[in-house]
């Protein structure tokens, strides 16, 4: 499959879009037409062509765009990437699987050659042709994680297992809905989703953690979760959010289709295989409302899940300040009929 | 005003004596008291295999002496936090199996210390503490990352940058310190006024 890449960008004038194809493909991650938290988690198997399921790590038509948006967050705060020293081994793990994966999915755009311990490595959106030694971090320019996770669309975090938990050892992270990796770094599961209402009290991150720790080499998981952001801006972080908050404010009800963007991530857990680590890639899809209600049965749906959101988590996703604006211009993409079961357009 | 506690907010103890070859124990003035309670249940041997360190402000007797009639095999005495931190790291470097770590006073001194001790290996649940005193908070700017000490007001002014911060629950033990987030981001001066909280 080859790709059609758009420039685009997600800072400054803000000129991303989804072509046809690619709303159609887009993850809409509401099965029913009201929302409240659930684990959620299915095998991450590969689905149909058409979907984001094609391929276990997606690769899609933002791919250069988001990369670049990746280097400019980095050269402003290097401090979105980051390994504690106990996990260089985890990144080469991470290394492998996502050169395995692109390379498997992508073969006109990814290709990856082994000699023993001596790969060679051709990305070609990216124009990079490398030859490294496995295991060996002075062959490559930066650790393997960095390395990688600079070629790879979404967040990437690693945890350690230890302890009967979960640690946020390393990470790259610069697609995030409004966390911090520095500040979490180091933190055990239950501590870094501590901001986090309700669902500790309904049972969801101890259900979580339980899965995750028995979680099988060669079984990878997935869920979604969603926010929704103002601008297509792929850095909401805490860090940049005096750049970013006053953006909460520019919703119009002449704007709100273009500015109102539903923003997706789908995570996936990973086993790897010789640090006993566990990868998590937070993959963040963005698509404005305009685009969305071109599929009848997500705009009745997205307008009824938004319409009925309970208000701590209208609060916890940072939708406060235009939520109503929105709520009425998807009003007039529903007009009361029955939605089918799932989350797939009709 | 402030979040209600979550689960990365740390939770103190009360210091009591463990079975163990070796004690360290350190407090700053508002620990030292901890100190003196815990000494009340301890075996008679127990301060003969202890290090106090302390950190009071300086020429405070009134916190000195009790510590001092306990006869600790070691005691260090500072006037300042950041040298019976330094202390600490020396002390935990030679530090062998069987060491106990107990540390007592405000949630600075606490954080602080714990921190030094997690760098030098020391496993989580090797560390008794126990909050004694203020309730300053030591607060990490999100933004620029400057680490502002003794916070005792809601929202703060940053130290490094000025913008003014809401200071969360949320706790990073890595980093010793509460975490701080431009209060008015979205609508800049809209920042309400800072009121005494954390005493």
Redesign the interface.
Known sequence: MTITFRRETFRDDYNFSNSAVGIRRFPFPFDRDHYMYAVNIEPHVKGHPGTIYESLIDVDEHYVAEMQDRALVLAEDPLRSQSLPHMELAGWDLLELLMEQLAAGYPAHFELRRSGKRWRWVNRPLGIDDTFVFGAASTLPYGPMEYITRQAQGDFCILDQRDGNLWMDAGMVTTQADWSLDFDLGMNFMEWHAPVPRAHEMGVFDRALKFMLNLGQGQPMRRFNWTMTVNPRLDTSPETYPKWGPDRRSVTADNVGDKVHLRVELQSFWRLPRSNAIVFPIRCYLIKLEELVTVPKWARRMHRVLRDLPPDLVDYKGLTRWRPIAVDYLAAFDDGAATSPGIWPD | MP?TS????PVYGTLAPQPGTRHILLADGDGAAAIVDLARAAPPEFFERAHIITAPAAGAMAVRAPLRALAPAVLDETDRLAAALSRLAEVLAGAGMGTRLYVAGTEGTIGQAMQVALDAGVELGAIATEHRGSRARRV?C??C?TFIDEVTTQPVACSGCG?MLFV???Y????AAF?G??VD????GSAPTPEEVFT
Do not use: F, G, N
Request: aromatic share 0%; glycine share 0%.
């Open positions: 979040e979550i689960k990365s907010r990490q999100a933004h990352k913008l969360r629950d949320h990073s033990r890595r980093l975490q987030v431009c981001a979205e609508e800049p």
